[in-house]
């Protein structure tokens, strides 16, 4: 096998006018949990139902495993999509969908997700229908996980999980990722508290690529320096205008977002005007990459 899990070339989604996923070039490496990041209508549920056939392509190709998930049965036993609300019969019982799960992947662990399913208190002799919501989730992650593919996408997996429970969930996947390495995509919200579990990050934006990077990568992407007006305009003034991303400003002072990591040259320099430099975190990296205008924006909310 290559070293690649996922491979899309050109690829484009357009729903009538409107173009969901734009000429999207992409490589994903094989065995590495990665993050695949976006608000809302970025295309990140157009992409991974792309992956596993509930959306025809517009234009471009989607090959994982070396295979095509389109035709070829085999690489298609390997992929699994999961996401907190799979479309299963409101009154079909916990327990028989885990045999259906059986059927279908041929590496599923049964007594593994049923392990999981005492460990989350999840009552297998109940139906969908009497779950809550983060019940749902829980049910459905843990099916994913037992499936035990070579391609595990997970589309918002957490929604209405309570805390501990993620927790939980995060450390689950750890583990069994160590003891089963496999390539997870999971989509989220919430990046704050899954950057830990990722070793990797997809960034897309109104349907394409902002950039693919290992976190380590992505935590030394940019830096926010801050201080007086007068020492941050000495800094702006020093520096090329692709370096900085933007500049804000606050009742106790100003802002620069600067690409680059919190201790090189430019940081001994701002340390020099009596500046303070930290870093950015990937889930900020994520929104200045993104959401341009968005102080103008906000704005005109106090506009009379």
Not at 85 to 104: G, M, R
Not at 174 to 192: K, Q, V
Request: aromatic share 8%; hydrophobic share 40%.
């Amino acid at each position: 096998m290559g070293e690649y899990s996922i491979q899309v070339n050109h690829l484009q989604k357009k729903y009538g006018r409107k173009q969901a996923i734009r000429n999207l070039d992409l490589e994903l490496h094989r065995d590495q949990i990665i993050g695949l990041i976006g608000a809302n209508g970025s295309g990140k549920t157009t992409f991974f139902k792309m992956c596993v056939g509930l959306e025809e392509i517009t234009a471009g190709n989607i090959r994982i495993l070396d295979g095509d998930p389109w035709k070829d049965l085999a690489v298609r036993s390997e992929i699994i999509y999961s996401m907190h609300d799979l479309p299963v019969s409101p009154t079909e019982k916990l327990k028989s969908i885990l045999q259906c799960y059986e059927i279908a992947f041929p590496h599923f662990d049964c007594d593994f997700a049923i392990k999981m399913a005492d460990l989350f208190e999840l009552p297998l002799r109940k139906s969908c229908k009497q779950l809550s919501q983060g019940m749902k989730s829980l049910f459905h992650f843990l099916c994913a996980m037992a499936t035990r593919c070579q391609v595990t996408l997970m589309d918002e997996p957490f929604i209405g999980i309570d805390i501990e429970k993620r927790k939980m969930a995060y450390e689950i996947l750890l583990r069994d990722y160590m003891e089963h390495p496999r390539t997870f995509l999971i989509s989220s919200h919430n990046l704050a508290e899954l950057e830990g579990v990722l070793s990797e990050m997809v960034l897309i934006h109104q349907g394409e690529l902002v950039f693919y990077q290992d976190m380590d990568l992505v935590r030394e992407m940019l830096c926010r320096v801050k201080g007086s007006p007068q020492a941050v305009q000495e800094l702006a003034e020093g520096q090329l205008k692709e370096q900085i991303i933007c500049r804000e400003s606050g009742e106790l002072g100003d802002t620069l977002i600067l690409r680059g990591p919190a201790d090189n040259d430019l940081a001994r320099r701002a340390r020099s005007l009596g500046l303070e430099i930290e870093s950015v975190s990937p889930e900020d990296v994520c929104v200045y990459f993104t959401a341009s205008g968005r102080e103008k924006q906000l704005d005109t909310l106090w506009e009379q």
